[in-house]
């Protein structure tokens, strides 16, 4: 069992930087993927960045040169740091982990079995 509290959400001008982190317990099998993913109210919930077991890192077009995701040394803490925020990233980001597997694009949310409650990022313009 895993278990995932993200923290850092805000509210932000556009053009701000916000770091968000997902701390991370319980079971970590050898092989894993980690993601951020994002949801606003009646649309479903989307992947914005991923990271292997392996170190490689994928993101959503809509966020590619802007957040970086990365996870610290003992990898228990998962980290998305975010610039050039901008009104359209605005949503509820949720941390995901889905263990003995690797990570595949476009991210279902199906495919992760551990779940963070969500925090919250608003960007005004």
């Known amino acids: 069992q895993m278990q995932l509290v993200e923290s850092g959400g805000s509210s932000v001008q556009s053009g701000g930087s916000l770091r968000l982190s997902c701390a991370a317990s319980g079971y970590r099998a050898p092989y894993y993927c980690m993601a951020w993913f994002r949801q606003i109210p009646g649309k479903e919930r989307e992947g914005v960045a991923s990271?292997?077991?392996?170190?490689?890192?994928t993101y959503a077009e809509s966020v590619k040169g802007r957040f970086t995701i990365s996870e610290d040394n003992d990898k228990n803490t998962l980290v998305l740091q975010m610039n050039s925020l901008k009104p359209d990233d605005t949503a509820m980001y949720y941390c995901?982990?889905?263990?003995?597997?690797?990570?595949?694009?476009?991210?279902?949310?199906?495919?992760?079995?551990?779940w963070g409650q969500g925090t919250q990022v608003t960007v005004s313009s």
């Open positions: 995901a982990a889905r263990p003995t597997e690797s990570c595949r694009w476009p991210l279902l949310m199906g495919h992760f079995g551990y």
């Open positions: 990271i292997n077991f392996d170190g490689r890192i």
